[in-house]
């Protein structure tokens, strides 16, 4: 039986009873998933990424409960768990730079993005910067002042992207890895179309093209990279003929590059997208039930055949079959349970 080991990260707070990071495996020959262990004790570990060195994650909680961004070591490994501090609140999001040498962490309630250099065993070293961002948007409930939801670092140059919600902004900066230096003004800024809310980016290989699932517009808008500069030039609905309520939540790219993937919570469900092979916009062809409620996260395996999703509220991980030629999806039947899943990615 071949098995691919998944990391989760769960809420913790009451009435949850999970503790923080786990464990569970999939089987790769039926989808189904196998009993979960605790990995190591968080409080929210909301988002989680794994390395060649260790998980990192974030615990989400506001300042004055002392968020910190946590680098647990792979089990073989003589390092140590340690910790950062966090300056902002609630930490949603954990980037990890190509070379394993930088971390950003997204803090949603105090739209900050904190800066951490990496020691050469994955080791959290210290906090190098604070980037603070500024504005507000139209939407009077979730718009009231920015909300740090995602930075990415790019895989083919120095620079990072930052995704604002609150003050509907995505930021590319550059920064200078010999030096650890990171510039506090953006060397491009996009305004989102007003009200958006974007939450999630995903770049493809070649980091020309660009996907943006904003949460409150419940729609994706296409970036394309044109002489060096950013342009929106697609925006789609994520998902289509379906009532909207303002809870978009994932994107991913399958490995190929040939089908897009987003999950919708308020619908629970996941709908899938043609990428058009001349002009690289998606073009919708499915929705599916993620047999759950809530599916905050999902992850599509490295091998492209299967897809797992978090469902946040009915406290269940659920196994599909993905078809790499269609790109459809079918229920394995097999679920399992876990309170308060919110985030899952394999481990390497």
Not at 211 to 226: F, P, Q
Request: glycine share 6%.
């Amino acid at each position: 039986m071949k098995i691919l080991p998944l990391t989760i990260g769960c809420y913790t707070d009451t009435p949850s009873k999970s503790q923080g990071v786990y464990q569970t495996q999939l089987d790769l020959g039926t989808g189904k998933l196998l009993p979960f262990k605790l990995v190591a004790e968080c409080n929210n570990p909301s988002f989680v990424v794994a390395t060649k060195l260790g998980i990192y994650t974030a615990s989400e909680v506001e300042q004055p409960k002392q968020p910190q961004l946590f680098h647990i070591p792979n089990t073989y490994s003589k390092t140590t768990t340690n910790s950062g501090v966090i300056s902002g609140s609630h930490p949603c999001h954990v980037a990890i730079a190509p070379n394993n040498k930088f971390a950003i962490t997204s803090q949603y309630s105090s739209g900050t993005f904190d800066i951490f250099s990496l020691s050469i065993n994955g080791n959290i070293d210290k906090r190098l910067k604070t980037i603070k961002m500024v504005g507000s948007g139209p939407n009077k409930d979730r718009q009231t002042g920015p909300h740090a939801h995602q930075c990415l670092f790019l895989q083919n140059s120095p620079q990072f992207v930052t995704i604002d919600l609150g003050a509907d902004k995505i930021n590319f900066y550059c920064f200078d890895e010999e030096q650890e230096e990171f510039l506090d003004e953006p060397m491009q800024s996009i305004k989102a179309p007003a009200g958006n809310g974007p939450r999630h980016l995903v770049f493809n290989k070649a980091e020309d093209k660009a996907y943006v699932l904003c949460e409150l517009s419940e729609t994706i808008l296409m970036l394309e990279k044109v002489l060096g500069v950013w342009s929106i030039v697609e925006e789609i609905d994520a998902l289509p003929n379906m009532e909207k309520g303002e809870a978009a939540a994932a994107i991913k790219l399958s490995p190929d590059e040939q089908f897009l993937y987003v999950s919708g919570r308020y619908q629970s469900r996941i709908s899938s997208f043609r990428i058009d092979s001349m002009t690289k916009i998606p073009i919708f062809i499915d929705s599916y039930n993620t047999e759950g409620n809530f599916p905050r996260d999902f992850h599509i395996t490295d091998c492209g055949q299967w897809l797992i999703a978090a469902n946040q509220h009915s406290n269940n991980i659920t196994s599909f079959k993905r078809d790499n030629k269609d790109g459809s999806l079918v229920y394995t039947g097999y679920s399992l349970e876990i309170d308060t899943p919110v985030c899952i990615t394999q481990q390497l």
